[in-house]
């Protein structure tokens, strides 16, 4: 009975390991999308800056206002660039996470089948004593029985 108990516990323990990657992946996939959020802002406010800044017709600029305008959108698109890397960083940690979950999730059925399996076992053996005691203590009555039937003749 001792190993089921361990049993039992190593199971509790996996479950908790499972409960934990499964907040680590949660966590993961938002910082993921606050990332990826945060990129989006950023090509959205590169968009909407080169949009005010479009020329137009009869339109003249001084050329420092011209440099400088293409100096920030040269600096808000290395901006986004960094930005793509931390999203593709945190992708490759939600998939890190992704394959923990799965681990520890294998990890805790594979412990609950050799639980229910032991259990099965001990069932089974429990069910066999119980049906020897029973043949024996059929067997000692048939013994008795006859035994008595015997005295009884002589």
Known sequence: MSNLTSLMVAVEVA???????????????????????????????????????????????????????YQFMDRLGHAALLQKGVVGDQAQRVEVARRSL?????????LRKVTEKRRHDLEQLQMRRDQKQTDERAALQYRNAIHGALSQEY
Do not use: F
């Not at 992946?25 to 950023?42: C, E, N, P, R």
């Not at 799965?102 to 594979?110: H, P």
């Open 15 to 69: 479950t908790r390991k499972r409960d934990d990657a499964r907040k680590v992946l949660q966590d993961t996939q938002a910082a993921q999308q606050a990332a990826s959020d945060q990129l989006g802002q950023l090509e959205g406010y590169a968009r909407e800056t080169e949009a005010r800044w479009g020329m137009k017709v009869d339109t003249v600029m001084q050329p420092e206002v011209m440099y400088h305008h």
């Open 102 to 110: 799965l681990d520890t999730e294998l990890r805790l059925a594979s």
